[in-house]
């Protein structure tokens, strides 16, 4: 168990339509990442945020937007959603907000777009 | 940015012979590598990594080389189990700078390990 809790596991919604994602990271984690894995595309790099302030930023769309809250827990928000979005999507954390330090991820929110 | 090129896609061994998964980067400016093994219905889980200022490193059976010159490094599983058996993803980034383009991964490496 790598302490980050992501919910839901699974979500099943129409296009069109606005989900949100939520992960609590490993106590005393302070950054959260997140990151899209697709058959075809793998691994893919969202954004970070780090003791509430966005720090990078990958590949996310911009009907995509997340934000880190004073708790430290973080939601990943996916509006008008498309098929394309079907995914898994992972919440990771680390300790610190420098890249290369070790990630922790979650075990992921399987989104399903019909 | 940074692309990184992970081979093979499939890998099938006998239980108890080496598994090796190789993978190259493109940025010289990265120099920090990490290994994460995926089992089914999970998350990416780390398993051994390296930084730039280290050739070779060691943790029981699994072992992890780079060469920096060459931009490639590569996993090594000597004495392979059951519980091997997994999709095993590379990745690259510059640790401790501000690279903003998070962790880089591989396309990954299904490791079936035969009985």
């Known amino acids: 168990d790598s302490g980050v809790t992501q919910t839901p596991k699974h979500l099943i919604t129409a296009t069109g339509q606005r989900v949100t994602l939520r992960c609590s990271p490993r106590?005393?984690?302070?950054?959260v990442y997140w990151y899209q894995q697709s058959l075809d595309q793998g691994l893919q790099f969202l954004i970070q945020y780090y003791n509430g302030e966005e720090r990078a930023k990958g590949n996310i769309l911009e009907r995509f937007s997340a934000q880190q809250f004073p708790d430290l827990h973080s939601e990943l928000n996916l509006s008008s959603l498309e098929l394309g979005d079907s995914a898994l999507y992972f919440c990771a954390s680390s300790v610190k907000g420098e890249m290369g330090t070790p990630l922790h991820f979650g075990n992921g929110t399987r989104l399903t777009v019909t | 940015g940074e692309n990184v090129e992970q081979h093979p896609s499939t890998l099938s061994v006998q239980e108890g012979d080496s598994a090796v998964i190789k993978c190259t980067y493109s940025?010289?400016?990265?120099?920090?590598f990490p290994w994460y093994k995926q089992e089914l219905g999970k998350g990416p889980q780390l398993i051994i990594d390296i930084r730039s200022n280290v050739g070779e490193k060691k943790d029981q059976r699994i072992a992890v080389t780079l060469n920096k010159t060459a931009k490639h490094f590569s996993l090594h599983i000597t004495e392979t189990q059951p519980e091997d058996s997994a999709v095993y993803f590379c990745?690259?980034?510059?640790w401790g700078g501000g690279g903003a383009d998070g962790l880089t991964f591989g396309k990954g490496t299904h490791l079936i390990i035969q009985p």
């Open positions: 106590s005393g984690d302070l950054s």
């Open positions: 990745a690259a980034s510059q």
């Open positions: 940025d010289s400016a990265s120099n920090y």
